[in-house]
């Protein structure tokens, strides 16, 4: 079956860290470009990082530049972000998402394929 | 940074009904522009790609079209699955940017 998993998600202080993982299957994963994409509570779709097939190009939205890292592990179908210095507008939930290419180059990307989601919650 | 503003955030319609649902760039993106429907509790999913290409599986009664910077999802006859909220999204450049989202609920 073609699918992403998302787990890593959870409560946590702001100021602190937490590591998200995805892991796809039903599909070659080193042939496609992947993203994270989050989701406040009741609001709408934020796209957060980017990161190409062989991890040669890697972007990031303003909001999370500097805090969070994108990375990736082709040996295991998996996808990561690590995510430091979490503020209480960091809550939501987070999606890895799988691009119709290989690379992030602007234009003609689109997202075909969306985990399920984790939450993450910062808050004292 | 470019602004996806759909319109409406959110309308009422019965089944049967031919739906219209709007997205203006602020600037030219080419038609790198993507429509995502998602349903409550649910992951967003894929309807139409780079304006016009409807993503398998999705149901022809879906279509897109555009005019300059102004994008449109246009659903022929909505059913009782399609009540949900839809989400356009550009892909020319980035930051990567989604309109605010339009709920399609039942009248």
């Known amino acids: 079956e073609v699918q992403l998993v998302d787990s890593g998600g959870g409560l946590v202080q702001p100021g602190r860290s937490l590591r998200l993982s995805c892991i796809a299957s039903?599909?070659?994963?080193?042939?496609?470009?992947m993203h994270w994409v989050r989701q406040a509570p009741g609001k709408g779709l934020e796209w957060v990082s980017s990161?190409?097939?062989?991890?040669?190009?890697?972007g990031y939205g303003d909001s999370v530049k500097g805090r969070f890292t994108i990375s990736r592990d082709n040996g295991k179908n998996s996808l990561y972000l690590q995510m430091n210095s979490l503020k209480s507008d960091d809550t939501a939930f987070y999606y890895c998402v799988k691009d119709n290419g290989y690379d992030i180059l602007p234009g003609g990307n689109w997202f075909d394929l969306w985990g399920q989601g984790t939450l993450v919650t910062v808050s004292s | 940074d470019i602004q996806m503003t759909q319109s409406p955030s959110s309308l009422s319609a019965s089944v049967g009904d031919r739906v219209t649902i709007t997205c203006r760039a602020s600037?030219?993106?080419?038609?790198?522009l993507n429509w995502y429907q998602q349903k409550p509790g649910k992951a967003p999913n894929l309807l139409i790609f780079?304006?016009?290409n409807l993503q398998s599986g999705v149901p022809s009664r879906f279509s897109g079209t555009e005019s300059g910077t102004d994008f449109t999802l246009i659903i022929s006859s909505v059913q009782p699955e399609d009540f949900a909220t839809y989400y356009c999204?550009?892909?020319?450049?980035?930051?990567?940017?989604f309109g605010q989202g339009t709920r399609l609920e039942i009248k």
């Open positions: 600037q030219d993106i080419y038609n790198y």
């Open positions: 990161i190409s097939w062989n991890s040669g190009n890697i």
């Open positions: 780079a304006t016009y």
């Open positions: 999204q550009q892909s020319y450049i980035t930051p990567i940017t």
């Open positions: 039903g599909f070659v994963f080193d042939d496609y470009a």
